[in-house]
């Protein structure tokens, strides 16, 4: 059974830039959250989609903003690229409600 | 609102000496609780979870950890470390109501060196 797909992997970005990172949660799960991990804040919730409805979402900007498909995968993007929105992005997908959460590899953005 | 705090950044065990990650909760409701490990260049994986049934919950690759609701605790311990332990890990608490996984807040990570 194939894990959470993240892509891409790697991605360089130069400042004010927009960028879009996908995320293909395992098969027959409906929730897809996403996650930031930056060496200075640790790893912070950003949003959670549920049949493609966004059901709960964290403390970031407007530029941060993500969707989910009907096929359940899910992209978010980030709008004006700023230096400190270099991280490693992670994404988690579950099948239901209280059901342990699998995550996947990450995208690491680096914004020049 | 929901928190955790991980006592310590950094950990170093001796190979086949017990293991102890430490970390304190808080929640306004009673709550759900994970520990998740992170192996340089891999994903989270989930170790273990607690979800108001036994205090005292195993997980995979030998680690446990006991639900303290008089200490607001959660600490995490395997008896003897292995080499493959050394990695980061994190304390989590669930964000929403009934253990979902949806919302997860982390702690800042513990991370764990394992010496021959």
């Known amino acids: 059974k194939a894990g959470v797909t993240q892509t891409p992997r790697y991605l360089i970005k130069t400042r004010g830039q927009q960028v879009t990172l996908s995320c293909s949660p395992i098969?027959?799960?409906?929730?897809v959250s996403w996650y930031q991990q930056t060496p200075g804040q640790g790893l912070q919730f950003l949003f959670e989609?549920?049949?493609?409805?966004?059901?709960n979402k964290g403390n970031f900007p407007g530029r941060f903003s993500g969707r989910q498909f009907s096929n359940s995968r899910s992209e978010m993007n980030v709008s004006t690229l700023e230096l400190g929105d270099s991280a490693l992005y992670l994404c988690?997908?579950?099948?239901?409600?209280?059901?342990?959460?699998?995550f996947g590899q990450g995208t690491r953005l680096t914004v020049v | 609102a929901q928190s955790v705090t991980q006592l310590d950044s950094h950990v170093s065990v001796s190979e086949g000496t017990p293991v102890l990650l430490r970390c304190n909760y808080s929640s306004s409701y009673s709550p759900s609780l994970f520990w998740y490990v992170q192996h340089p260049n891999k994903g989270l994986q989930l170790l273990l979870k607690?979800?108001?049934?036994?205090?005292l919950v195993k997980g995979i690759n030998g680690f446990e950890a006991e639900f303290k609701k008089s200490e607001t605790s959660f600490h995490l311990t395997k008896p003897s470390a292995h080499m493959s332990d050394a990695a980061e890990y994190f304390c989590v608490v669930s964000g929403g109501y009934g253990g979902s996984q949806g919302n997860l807040i982390f702690g800042k990570g513990t991370k764990l060196s394992v010496k021959p």
């Open positions: 607690y979800t108001s049934a036994a205090t």
């Open positions: 989609y549920f049949s493609e409805t966004q059901r």
């Open positions: 988690a997908s579950s099948r239901a409600e209280n059901t342990e959460a699998f």
């Open positions: 098969s027959g799960h409906r929730s």
